[in-house]
C-alpha cells in the first residue's frame, strides 16, 4: 500500500434522503478496493478539515454500511461556511498530512464550485490528490446529469403527499374548497412539477401546477383557480416555493407593521395566494407547506434513487482510481467540475402546458420510472 | 329479505388515512352476511340525507374494497353542517322512505353526538332503524377505548417525519440549530408525544415534547432549550397546535398591522416560538408545521391501525345485526353514544414526565406496537 492511499470524504449542501447511501457507495467499493489505507469523513464539508474533525470510517462493518445507507440527510453534516483563500491552502495542508491521496466531495452545484478550487489549490501546490465530486440534490438543479441523485425520492415524497391531501380535500369540499400546496425548489420547478405524478385520471388532483420558472399573473392564477372549481368543486394548486409575479418580485413578502415598526414579513406563496383565493374569489383556502420533511423522509424514498446514490458513490470511487481529477462523478458518466459549478438546470419549456398549467405526458413518462409506482385511490363518485 | 334491511353509511369528522377501511370493514362484512338487501352511502355525513345524495355500494368488487381500505379520507366526503331539529328529522324521513333498516356512522366526538341525536329522533318518530357509530379520529381523543382507529396511523406518521426531520438538523448544527415541529392535536397532546417514538437513544430528538394539556412558561421553555442546545448542540423541540401560555391565552396569535387595520395573526404555535428562540436566545430556529400530510398520508399507515379500522366497521356491522343500538362499536368494545358524545380524552399525566418534557417509558412501551416498526438510523459522532 502507498503511504498517500488514504480516501477523504465530505458532505455538504442541503441534506437529501438518500445523500448517505453515496457515502455508503463509496465506503463500501472502497474497503473492497483492497489498496486503500484507511477511509476518512471530514465533519461539516471542509469545515472539518479547518477544525480538524474527521472521522476514521475504514472499518464500517456491512451492517453498519446498510444502516447508513437508509439514513436521511448528511451523516458527516453540511456546512455554509464560505471558504477563503487562504482557508483552502489550510484545508489541503492538513489533508496532505493527513496522507489523503484521494478526496470525494458529495454535494450539490455550490459544492462542486468548492471541490473545483480545492483541486485547483491542491494543484497549484503540488499536493497529489485526486479530488472529486459526487452529485447530490433533491432540486434536481444539476446541469449536465438527466436526473441527480436525490431528486427521485423527495418527488416521490411530493406526489405522494399531494395525492393524500387531494383526497383529504376532495372529502371535505362542503366546507372548504382550496389548497395551495408548496414545495421546495427556490429558482427550479421540478419538485413543483413531481407532484403531477398523483393524478390516475385527468380530474385528478393537482388541478394547476405553477413553476417558478414561469412568472405568475396573479389574476391568471385566480381565474384558473375560479375555472377549476367550477369545474371539480375543490382545488389543489402546487406552486414552488420561488414563485415571482410578472414584476419579478416574490410572491408572499408582505409588509406588516407591528410595535418595532414596519416589517417585511415572509408569509410564502402559498399563504399568499391562499388569502387572495380567500379575499378575492370568497372560496375557503388553506395552504400547505410540505416543508423540510420532503427532503427528508426515508421511509418512502424510491428505491431506484436510492440505488442510483450508492452507485454514484461507487462509480466516483472507481472512477478517482482510475486517475479522473476535478470531475462530477456519477454512475453513468462524470463532467469537469468547472463546467457544473454554480450552474443551474431549469425546468424546460417542454415538459410544461403552459394553457393546462400542468407537465406535459412527457414530463409523466420521464419521472414515473424514476419514482417508482404510485398507489392507486377508490374514488366513490355521486353520479355513476 | 324484510323489507326494511337495507343498510346505510355516512362519514364526518376531519378524514383520517384509515377511515375508508372502516367503511370497507362494513361493506364486506354485509355483502358476506347475506341478510341485506341494499348498501348505500350518504354523501357527505347526513348532509347527504337532507340533499338526496346517495351511492349504491352493495355491489363494490373484492377489488374495489381492497382500493377503497388503502384510500386516504373520507371517500363519501365530511360534512361540517350544524343539524337542526327539523334536520333530523327530514333525515330520518328519507332513511325510512329508502327502507334503511340499519344505520353506521364513522366519526369523531362529534359525530357520535349527531349519531345519538339521529337514534333519538328515530325513535321519538317510530321508525325501527338501529343506529350506531364506528370510531375515528387522528387525535386519539375520543373517551371509553385505549386507542381509536386512526391514531396510530397519524402517530407513526409523526414518529417518522420528526425522526427525519431530526436527522436533517442534525446535519446541519453547524448553521441552523433549533426546530420547532407542529403537530395536530387542538385540545390533547397524543400525537404530539407520538414523535417520542423517534428516538432511538436518549439523546436522539426530538429533546423537547410539549403537550396542549400543559401550559408553557416561555421562560421555561427558553431554558429548556437553551439547556438541550449545550448539551447536544441542537434541538428539535415538539409543540401541539393548541399550545396554550400559563393565562390561558393560545401561544401564536400575535396582534399585526397593516394597511387594513390591526388584526391577529394567527401565525401558529410552532412559527411564534421559533421566532422567540431567535431573538432571545440568538440561535438560528425555524419552525415546521407537519399539516394535513400526518392525518392523509396513506403510504406509511400503521398496518395494526388499518386493520383495526377495518375490524371496527365490521364489528359495527355485526353488532347491529346482532341488535344493538345506540352505541359507538368497536372491534372489542362498545359503550353508549351519549356516554362519548363530544367528550375529550385528554393525554394524561402519568404518560408525561414534566421534568424531562418527555413522554413516558410506559408511553413509548403503550405506542410502539399500535404504529409498528420503526426504522434505525446510523449516526457518526466526532467522538467514538
Redesign the interface.
Known amino acids: 500500500m502507498q503511504k498517500q492511499n488514504k480516501l477523504f470524504i465530505a458532505?455538504s449542501g442541503?441534506?437529501t434522503?438518500v445523500i448517505?447511501s453515496s457515502l455508503a457507495g463509496i465506503i463500501a467499493a472502497a474497503q473492497n478496493s483492497g489498496v486503500i489505507a484507511g477511509i476518512y469523513?471530514l465533519?461539516?464539508g471542509l469545515?472539518g478539515a479547518l477544525k480538524e474533525?474527521i472521522?476514521?470510517?475504514t472499518h464500517l462493518s456491512r451492517q453498519?454500511i446498510q444502516?447508513?445507507r437508509?439514513?436521511?440527510?448528511?451523516?458527516?453534516?453540511?456546512?455554509?461556511?464560505i471558504m477563503k483563500e487562504e482557508d483552502y491552502r489550510q484545508a489541503v495542508r492538513f489533508l496532505e498530512k493527513q496522507g489523503a491521496g484521494h478526496f470525494l466531495f458529495i454535494g450539490g452545484n455550490g459544492t462542486m464550485g468548492t471541490c473545483h478550487k480545492l483541486k485547483q489549490v491542491a494543484e497549484e501546490m503540488g499536493v497529489a490528490m485526486t479530488v472529486n465530486g459526487v452529485p447530490k440534490t433533491i432540486d434536481n438543479d444539476l446541469v449536465g446529469l438527466d436526473h441527480a441523485p436525490g431528486y427521485a425520492s423527495a418527488a416521490r415524497y411530493v406526489a405522494?403527499?399531494v395525492k393524500?391531501?387531494g383526497?383529504?380535500l376532495?372529502?371535505?369540499?362542503?366546507?372548504e374548497q382550496v389548497?395551495i400546496i408548496e414545495t421546495m425548489g427556490r429558482a427550479v420547478g421540478w419538485l413543483a412539477a413531481a407532484s403531477a405524478l398523483a393524478q390516475e385520471h385527468p380530474e385528478d388532483p393537482p388541478h394547476l401546477v405553477y413553476l417558478p420558472e414561469v412568472p405568475l399573473a396573479i389574476n391568471d392564477f385566480l381565474e384558473d383557480v375560479q375555472k377549476m372549481y367550477r369545474r371539480h368543486g375543490y382545488v389543489v394548486a402546487v406552486v414552488g416555493e420561488g414563485m415571482k409575479d410578472v414584476n419579478g418580485h416574490p410572491i408572499g413578502c408582505?409588509?406588516?407593521?407591528?410595535e418595532e415598526g414596519t416589517r417585511p414579513?415572509i408569509v410564502g406563496a402559498s399563504e399568499h395566494l391562499s388569502k387572495l383565493v380567500k379575499s378575492r374569489l370568497g372560496l375557503v383556502a388553506?395552504s400547505?407547506?410540505?416543508?423540510?420533511?420532503q427532503?427528508?423522509?426515508?421511509?418512502?424514498v424510491s428505491l431506484f434513487d436510492e440505488e442510483f446514490a450508492y452507485e454514484c458513490g461507487r462509480a466516483a470511487f472507481l472512477a478517482s482510481m482510475e486517475g479522473k481529477k476535478g470531475r462530477m462523478i456519477w454512475q453513468d458518466g462524470d463532467l469537469p467540475l468547472k463546467k457544473v459549478a454554480g450552474l443551474v438546470q431549469t425546468y424546460p419549456n417542454y415538459f410544461y402546458d403552459m394553457g393546462k398549467k400542468q407537465p406535459t405526458s412527457a414530463f409523466h413518462q420521464w419521472l414515473s420510472p424514476l419514482i417508482g409506482s404510485m398507489?392507486?385511490?377508490?374514488?366513490?363518485?355521486?353520479k355513476?
Chains 1, 2 share one sequence.
Open positions: 458532505q442541503g441534506p434522503a448517505n469523513g465533519f461539516n469545515e474533525e472521522v476514521d470510517l453498519e444502516l447508513l437508509h439514513t436521511p440527510a448528511a451523516a458527516l453534516g453540511g456546512s455554509r461556511y405522494l403527499a393524500a391531501q383526497a383529504d376532495r372529502s371535505m369540499r362542503t366546507f389548497r408582505e409588509q406588516f407593521q407591528n414579513v388553506r400547505q407547506n410540505l416543508g423540510m420533511t427532503r427528508s423522509f426515508s421511509e418512502c398507489p392507486s385511490y377508490f374514488n366513490i363518485h355521486l355513476d
